[in-house]
């Protein structure tokens, strides 16, 4: 059995070490306040302006906001005021400054003509502002409105939108051109993408060496509406931890996806994604794109489709607590390394009707046999899905324990398939308690080699729990059981 605890220590590791050098001696020097430079927007009040070291005319901001970070000696802070900064043109912190504003509700950065903020020097901390990008050109498409491709960086306390003209509004990405070594240790913290036209949260890799993130951590954040505003591309996410890039060590704890064009919470199936955990989020009503109108291929774009609430395949992913509610087509979807504890699957599925090129599943798995053990799924929990419940094949090496399978509608008078749409299912321990009366077959078994069943099934069927073909299936712990009987 997998040990939580271990997991969650993994967590409470990645945050420890943004304490660290808290704790160590510093010098009488070293412990004097940093440099404070303030400037002022050209709309904040009369005594802001009379009080700050820079003020804006509301053109070309960003010159007033560079200056005075490049006025810093050796590290300081930079504060805004509250009031609009229009900027036309790059902010780039210089190592060891902050920039700062009076938060995302007061202070604001509208960025336009290119304009966008590239943390590309280490131990930058970026607090408590707005920003909001439109109109970029093809030369900078692939980047972000805030754009971090160098270590040690902190983003805190903001909130952004952008429209489809560019490829995220947070991109955390590894670009040799500007950072060659490891980009690493990274957090968000109470930060929001919302209302966009592209992506939320990216992470990304350029070039074909040092792909790996390390280390990064996201608290608190959210990804509201990525996508209805514009499309960037077809496939816009809330979070995308691992598209082109690698990643290894990812927390990600308290935060919220909703009404995302494509998943809420995402990791493409190439990249080697290790040691990486989402605890206590929520992925709500993402998916909200159209479902394909002709079978899935490989090479035609415009048939792929996600629609979950985590798309986590082939990955080291580790959910504990996870909320999935009236994602389109998956609720979870987790192959080879995926390990689910206490998670809850609602309503997949929703608002969908026309299953004949998609099938939605609470919690999906396919194929999922190169890792052992392959899947976990443990006090997991499918409510109301409006197709299977749980999809398991091309499956070995599975622990399923006390899975908890409510009321689903089904396919084909089925709620929940193991072994059953491509005939594999081996060498697995499924622990499962069903209930519901949406369909003839709660748990349909087909096709599997050593596999022990447990659990109990209430149902009027007489074909609740349907075992077909197989060898060395034991069914002795599974017990089925009709209301009123």
């Not at 070291?53 to 005075?68: K, L």
């Not at 985590?310 to 909320?323: L, Q």
């Amino acid at each position: 059995m997998i040990d939580r605890q271990n997991i969650l220590r993994l967590g409470a590791a990645l945050l420890v070490c943004c304490f660290v050098a808290a704790l160590a001696p510093v010098s009488a020097a070293e412990s004097a306040s940093p440099a404070t430079l303030t400037v002022a927007a050209s709309d904040s009040t009369e005594l802001s302006k009379n009080q700050a070291d820079y003020v804006c005319d509301g053109v070309d901001d960003q010159a007033e906001i560079q200056a005075a970070l490049a006025a810093l000696p050796d590290g300081g802070t930079v504060v805004l005021t509250d009031g609009t900064f229009n900027c036309a043109g790059v902010i780039a912190p210089l190592a060891g400054t902050t920039l700062s504003g009076q938060g995302p509700d007061a202070t604001n950065l509208v960025f336009t003509g290119d304009g966008r903020i590239n943390v590309d020097q280490e131990y930058v901390t970026l607090d408590g502002f707005h920003v909001e990008g439109s109109g970029y050109s093809s030369g900078v498409k692939w980047l972000g409105v805030l754009t971090v491709r160098a270590s040690h960086a902190k983003i805190h306390n903001i909130t952004g939108t952008a429209d489809a003209s560019i490829q995220a509004v947070f991109l955390l990405i590894h670009d040799p051109a500007v950072y060659a070594p490891t980009l690493e240790d990274v957090e968000f913290v109470n930060c929001k993408a919302v209302d966009t036209g592209t992506y939320g949260f990216l992470h990304n890799a350029w070039g074909s060496s040092n792909k790996v993130i390390k280390d990064v951590r996201y608290e608190n954040c959210q990804a509201i509406n990525c996508g209805s505003t514009g499309v960037f591309n077809p496939w816009i996410t809330g979070f995308d931890f691992a598209e082109l890039n690698d990643i290894d060590g990812l927390y990600v704890k308290d935060c919220y996806a909703e009404g995302n064009l494509e998943s809420g919470f995402h990791f493409e199936f190439d990249p080697k994604v290790t040691n990486a955990v989402l605890e206590n989020c929520t992925s709500k009503n993402n998916g909200v794109k159209p479902y394909p109108t002709v079978p899935y291929k490989q090479s035609d774009m415009s048939t792929h489709y996600f629609g979950c609430g985590y798309y986590a395949p082939n990955a080291d992913v580790t959910f504990i607590d996870c909320v999935a509610e009236g994602n389109s087509l998956y609720g979870f979807y987790a192959t080879n390394g995926g390990k689910l504890y206490n998670c809850v699957e609602k309503d997949t599925g929703a608002g969908k009707t026309d299953y004949t090129y998609r099938k939605p599943a609470g919690y999906y798995s396919i194929p999922s046999r190169s890792t052992d053990p392959a899947l976990v799924l443990e006090n997991c929990t499918s409510i109301d899905s409006h197709g299977y419940g749980l999809q398991v094949d091309l499956a070995s090496n599975i622990e399923i324990r006390n899975f908890e399978l409510v009321n689903p509608a089904g396919i084909d008078g089925k709620g929940a398939s193991l072994g059953g749409t491509n005939g594999q299912f081996s060498n697995a321990e499924v622990d499962i308690h069903a209930s519901g009366d949406r369909v003839e077959t709660l748990v349909w078994a087909k096709n599997n080699q050593n596999v022990q069943y447990t659990g109990e099934i209430t149902s009027a069927s007489e074909k609740a729990f349907l075992v077909e073909g197989g060898s060395n299936v034991q069914t002795d712990g599974m017990k089925v059981t009709s209301p009123g009987a």
